[in-house]
């Protein structure tokens, strides 16, 4: 079965930094595209940021555009969230998923999630 494994939350400043990291294990699989998500307290699951394995093509929530970098290492299926002057608003559960929205790129039949991992933005 395969699987997503995310990691490199934890507790930052507002204006401070984190980066993700998402990583595959289990079956393997070439997978197409691959996402990440955010839960906040209280809120609906939102996309974040979604990138092509082939060409590294990413698309960007637009509260998060400027601030925030997803980039992939396409040999192993990894992909990364740079994540830079974060605001409160930022915080919650981040979640690495095949299932990226339609308007960003196709959904290619696979239906994969990680556990998510916590990012908490606090003075």
């Known amino acids: 079965q395969a699987r997503l494994v995310e990691s490199g939350g934890g507790t930052v400043q507002p204006g401070g930094s984190l980066k993700l990291s998402c990583s595959p294990t289990?079956?393997?699989?070439?997978?197409?595209?691959l996402g990440w998500f955010r839960r906040a307290p209280g809120k609906e699951r939102e996309a974040v940021s979604c990138?092509?394995?082939?060409?590294?093509?990413?698309y960007y929530k637009d509260s998060v555009k400027g601030r925030f970098t997803t980039s992939r290492v396409k040999a192993n299926n990894t992909i990364y969230l740079e994540m830079n002057d974060l605001k409160p608003e930022d915080a919650g559960i981040y979640s690495c998923?095949?299932?990226?929205?339609?308007?960003?790129?196709?959904?290619?039949?696979?239906?994969?999630w990680g556990k998510g991992i916590a990012v908490t933005v606090s003075s």
């Open positions: 990138i092509r394995m082939s060409d590294g093509s990413a």
């Open positions: 289990g079956f393997p699989y070439d997978y197409k595209s």
């Open positions: 998923s095949t299932m990226c929205p339609t308007r960003w790129l196709p959904y290619y039949g696979v239906d994969v």
